[in-house]
């Protein structure tokens, strides 16, 4: 592979981190949440019973492939902001249950309609077959990465 490969490479990773990375809502009164802070709200928001603990926050960290601190200071984040709280689990004193505070819950509705009108867009843009095909390539590419780190 040539070093001009290597680095196109590279530099079209960081685009694309740049790109997923960009807030959602800043039309909306000023609120910006990170891609990764929406995943982690609508996590919150979806759990059936209103309430996240922190065995479920792995689930989380995995999806967003994310250490314990990203998943805490993104906690921190939004909590300082209001959107939601943490307590302290009564039936277990090691669980943390976070629940999105109602201003959490209005900002998240309208996140995520911003967030699947923009991947919406995107997907008709680049079309169905072509965003297959990426996640497979992007699937490959972690795959090969991971077995590199391993070789090590």
Do not use: H, W
């Amino acid at each position: 592979m040539s070093r001009e490969l290597e680095n196109d490479l590279v530099q079209a990773m960081f685009r694309l981190k740049k790109s997923m990375n960009r807030g959602l809502g800043r039309d909306c009164n000023n609120v910006n949440i990170t891609m990764s802070e929406y995943i982690l709200m609508r996590e919150v928001f979806e759990n059936t019973k209103g309430k996240y603990n922190s065995n479920a926050l792995i689930e989380v960290r995995e999806y967003l492939s994310v250490s314990k601190a990203a998943v805490s200071q993104m906690l921190n984040s939004l909590e300082k902001r209001g959107y939601l709280t943490r307590e302290t689990d009564l039936n277990n004193r090691r669980n943390i249950i976070v629940v999105l505070t109602e201003e959490g819950r209005l900002v998240y509705e309208k996140m995520n309609e911003e967030f699947y009108q923009r991947f919406g867009n995107v997907i008709e843009r680049v079309g169905e077959e072509n965003v297959a095909l990426f996640i497979e390539m992007i699937n490959k590419m972690s795959g090969a990465m991971d077995e590199e780190e391993e070789i090590k």
